[in-house]
């Protein structure tokens, strides 16, 4: 070959490389187009959102930072995959010299290129919007895997064709790939016998109890978690302080009601309470390996500094909802079967809000292999599949019997099966690495969720409470929607990987601030100070029936109570509270802090019956809970124990309550009818104003 030839030839190369590289990223954005014309909210949605805001409040450096990084990574996977298929070209330029022949050849390479990635797009992820070839003979092993063998073959015998160099650089690819792989299909090591219990918290996201057997609920739609429920003390009235995820989970790791610990709403600013979180302080200092697992970030902002050695799960910040957005590409899908997926892609990786893509079982993996195998383990873990989209890498079943036009019901009832097989295979994992040998295990869920079922409605003679008494949808948005604040709470003890408590469930009225002073005494630790909290009974008759249990709302959502949600509304609504900080993480703001607080639904508990103080009535609203009942409350005329409870009420919340309440003012004269066992925080009043 003369010189002028390999001028020539190097010249189409780069010729080549340049027209496949623009193919490719011409094909990806016609497939997101495609994709967002079918959804209901395309990520373009989202940024209309944002840009008819005020930006000083979400543009921040490390926003920008999170999607250039997106933005970088994903045209880095195009021009290797550019390179790959111009390389593959190669092997049809030693067959003929003629131009149109090889830009034939090269068109075929591109189109076996981009039906192989659908193809494996439509195989692995079959709700992605991109899976094409869902259904068809391409989508299974055989057909993806003649694409692929095809593939190969030609990309093989164009390196052959290609320069030294480049045939160094596929090498050194190829066997940074396979060592990647190998290093990340080593077998977690079994876990050591240990002196103290390995302590296992597992909250499952939005699981109502009444959805489950011991509360009269199907054995069918659960029955790995009826399983663990069977042979677990179980709590049967239980309430979340608040029911939002951030705050039920600041609550249950502190043993305050929200008032006492000061998060009040979702994402908090990290300076509103005590860091790091004395419970979790106290597992490190007596030698545990301290591990927080959750895979869904948005509402939660909980990580290391709050004194966890180890996060596990997607990244924080407010880029999650953007990148979340435009990611359903099946090269971006596809990159996140790479054994280095997290460094690529940390807002996709293990998502569960990106649903198409989420792995229920490689999220358990990767939480098991996170646990130290040389020492005792705390292990915080959050499962979010129960949560709202209700989307999932695989379909949910189809069953027209359970079909009755409540769409948000009907996915949430599918998704419960998800949910139960990823508990299933949690547990089992646990047992096969030796971390039930000798295990406190804690099921609870952090809130209820509301679904607009008949079942979540009261009733009332007053026709001016009939509004209030339909159930609102969502959690977090109403006091008065039993299923929202209702929740679920077990505690198993674990011997060589069975449970030995006996199972049984506890009447009363308990609350998840009780979780910690309850692991305390198990491990016979001295409590940091007051709780609110009291240690969960072990029998009937530690029970204290007449005990208090505060409960508060966030912020109502009118666009959460609709049955199907609009995306773009909810994020109009909730966008306008919240800012985004230099290090991009979404924070709710402070300036109006106060006055936001002041919008809460306050609530507390007796024997049987719950008062509710809203913001816009001057009155208590008296809930009888066995009838379901919803009425005004004169409380000078109230009985002894109604008195007693509004009394609690009023001095629990302060002036939160005494601003709208005038008869607090009456009550609070009179003497203390405050009950015994309240918890400590309760009993003294101790407020953070």
């Not at 302080?241 to 008032?259: D, E, F």
Request: aromatic share 10%.
């Amino acid at each position: 070959m003369s010189a002028a030839n390999g001028r020539e030839t190097l010249s189409l190369g780069r010729d080549l490389y340049l027209r496949v590289l623009f193919i490719l990223l011409y094909s990806s954005l016609m497939c997101y187009v495609l994709g967002g014309a079918v959804q209901g909210t395309s990520a373009l949605a989202i940024v209309r959102v944002i840009t008819g805001l005020n930006l000083v409040d979400f543009v921040s450096a490390g926003l920008i930072f999170d999607l250039l990084m997106f933005v970088l990574v994903v045209l880095l996977l195009h021009l290797i995959w550019a390179w790959v298929v111009a390389v593959s070209c190669l092997s049809g330029f030693r067959l003929s010299g003629n131009r149109h022949f090889r830009l034939l050849f090269g068109l075929f390479v591109v189109t076996l290129h981009l039906t192989l990635f659908v193809a494996l797009n439509s195989l692995l992820y079959p709700t992605s919007l991109i899976a094409y070839f869902r259904g068809t003979t391409l989508a299974t092993p055989l057909g993806a895997g003649l694409l692929l063998a095809c593939s190969l073959l030609l990309w093989l015998y164009g390196l052959r064709l290609a320069s030294e160099r480049q045939r160094w650089v596929a090498a050194g690819m190829v066997s940074a790939l396979v060592v990647l792989s190998l290093m990340a299909g080593v077998p977690s090591p079994q876990a050591r016998p240990q002196s103290q219990p390995q302590v296992i918290l597992v909250g499952i996201d939005g699981l109502r109890p009444d959805h489950l057997a011991y509360r009269d609920g199907p054995q069918s739609l659960m029955p790995a978690v009826n399983r663990f429920l069977d042979r677990a003390r179980r709590y049967d009235r239980v309430y979340t302080p608040m029911a939002r995820t951030h705050v039920a989970w600041i609550s249950l790791l502190t043993g305050h009601y929200p008032r006492n610990h000061g998060v009040r709403f979702n994402l908090a600013p990290p300076e509103f309470v005590e860091l790091p979180l004395p419970m979790v302080k106290g597992f490190n200092e007596r030698g545990f390996h301290t591990l927080y697992a959750m895979d869904e970030r948005r509402f939660n902002n909980i990580d290391q500094s709050y004194g966890f050695d180890e996060v596990v799960g997607p990244k924080a910040g407010a880029a999650d909802t953007l990148i979340t957005g435009f990611a359903d590409l099946p090269i971006i899908n596809l990159s996140l079967q790479l054994p280095f997926a997290e460094s690529l892609f940390p807002y996709l990786s293990h998502n569960r809000a990106y649903g198409k893509a989420y792995s229920a079982h490689a999220f358990n993996e990767h939480v098991v292999s996170a646990l130290d195998p040389d020492s005792p383990n705390f292990l915080a873990l959050h499962m979010c599949l129960l949560h709202w989209p209700y989307t999932s890498r695989e379909f949910v079943d189809i069953e027209p019997e359970r079909w009755d036009g409540n769409f948000q019901y009907y996915m949430y009832v599918q998704m419960l099966k998800k949910q139960d097989a990823q508990f299933d295979h949690l547990l089992e994992r646990l047992k096969q690495q030796g971390y039930l040998d000798n295990a406190i295990v804690v099921l609870f869920s952090d809130h209820g969720e509301g679904l607009g079922l008949a079942v979540d409605a009261l009733n009332s003679n007053d026709s001016s409470l009939r509004e209030l008494t339909q159930g609102m949808r969502g959690h977090g948005t109403s006091v008065l929607t039993q299923a929202q604040s209702d929740v679920v709470l077990a505690l198993a003890r674990y011997r060589d990987g069975r449970p030995v408590t006996s199972g049984t469930t506890l009447k009363g009225q308990f609350s998840l601030v009780d979780i910690a002073p309850t692991l305390y005494q198990a491990l016979d630790w001295q409590w940091p100070g007051p709780l609110d909290g009291v240690p969960l009974p072990q029998t009937q008759q530690q029970v204290n029936t007449d005990r208090f249990v505060f409960v508060e709302s966030s912020l109502s959502s009118q666009a959460l109570s609709q049955s199907h949600i609009d995306v773009e509304q909810v994020l109009y609504e909730t966008s306008k509270r919240y800012e985004v900080r230099q290090s991009g993480r979404v924070v709710f703001k402070t300036d109006n802090y106060v006055e936001q607080v002041s919008k809460k639904q306050l609530s507390v508990y007796g024997p049987g019956v719950q008062l509710v103080s809203l913001p816009e009535l001057d009155v208590l609203l008296e809930v009888d809970l066995s009838h379901r009942q919803l009425r005004r409350l004169d409380l000078l005329q109230a009985s002894p124990e109604i008195q007693a409870l509004a009394q609690a009420a009023c001095r629990f919340y302060g002036e939160e309550i005494r601003s709208r309440v005038s008869a607090c003012e009456a009550l609070l004269a009179l003497p203390s009818m405050a009950h015994a066992g309240q918890g400590a925080g309760a009993e003294t009043g101790r407020l953070r104003e």
